[in-house]
């Protein structure tokens, strides 16, 4: 069986513990005093932490460190899906040292060859922290970013050139599904004007306007998830006011629906009012998990 570990950040830094006894272990990043952001990969094999000088990548199961970048004040990362690149985040400002539009989400590829990086391969500019990371397929074959008024695409990493666009008048996110070839990607185009909100599902690279695959609107939404299921041929839509003016409630409101690449879109009628916690999917199954509702609390599965 493979290491089992887990990782606090504290006021003495990061610390790494067997797991389940719960043991300090001795690690490459235990002196890590002062972080100002922390992400570890999905498969646990990497975590990234900034010490407030520069961003640091460690492989903590051969614990050794690969990566320096010359970043001191990220505050968000993500590692891209099969851990090749490394999206870093810092508070966008205008200063001396940092122009007007200077990117302030950088995108570094993680070569062992060169550990110690000074420049990102791609960088751009988002203020504010609502979708700032950029969406890859879990092969790394797509790479999509949502701007103000278009999707870019990118492929086989290279960010030299956009090998695909989406444009609308706006557009709010972008959701690449998981699963491999054939690729769908969700995009989310805010309300205009008081027209509706929507979330349209698209096959990857037929993006016209009437060849979305499914399609849901909306009402009074400022805010909108999307959560797939591990294959990527279904998916649940989060869609929120932070204002309910029902005034029912003070959490505001939340609404979900079904949406799946056979053209379905419903909405998800839960047996409860009340604020939505959280929405999660089965890892190894078609059915998904609700918290819901004002206390207590219901906790209902569906398939």
Not at 11 to 23: I, N
Not at 234 to 241: D, E, Q, R
Request: one cysteine or more; charged letters at 20%; aromatic letters at 12%.
């Amino acid at each position: 069986m493979a290491e089992q570990y887990f990782v606090t950040r504290g006021s003495e830094g990061l610390q790494k513990y067997s797991y389940p006894a719960c043991e300090t272990v001795e690690s490459v990043f235990t002196s890590a005093k002062r972080c100002s952001g922390v992400c570890m990969s999905k498969n646990g094999q990497f975590i990234a932490v900034c010490n407030g000088s520069e961003t640091v990548v460690y492989d903590v199961v051969e614990n050794k460190m690969i990566a320096t970048l010359a970043r001191k004040r990220t505050m968000l990362m993500t590692f891209s899906p099969k851990n090749t690149h490394l999206v870093t985040w810092k508070q966008y400002q205008v200063s001396e040292d940092c122009p007007e539009n200077t990117p302030n989400v950088e995108i570094w590829k993680l070569d062992a060859a060169e550990p110690q990086q000074e420049k990102p391969v791609y960088g751009f500019v988002k203020r504010g922290q609502s979708e700032w990371s950029p969406q890859w397929s879990e092969d790394e074959v797509t790479c999509a970013r949502a701007c103000n008024a278009e999707v870019q695409f990118f492929e086989n990493n290279d960010f030299s050139a956009v090998a695909k666009r989406i444009q609308r008048d706006k557009v709010g996110g972008v959701y690449v599904a998981p699963g491999g070839d054939p690729y769908h990607v969700a995009l989310y185009v805010p309300s205009i004007k008081g027209a509706h909100a929507f979330v349209q599902l698209y096959l990857y690279g037929t993006f016209e306007k009437t060849a979305a695959v499914a399609h849901r609107s909306f009402m009074k939404v400022d805010n909108v998830d999307i959560k797939f299921n591990k294959t990527g041929k279904c998916g649940i839509i989060i869609a929120s006011n932070d204002v309910d003016k029902t005034g029912s409630s003070y959490y505001g409101q939340t609404l979900l629906y079904f949406i799946s690449i056979r053209g379905e879109s419903n909405q998800i009628v839960l047996k409860k009012n009340g604020p939505v916690y959280c929405v999660e999917w089965n890892p190894t199954r078609d059915e998904f998990i609700v918290l819901y509702g004002s206390c207590l609390a219901k906790e209902p599965s569906s398939t």
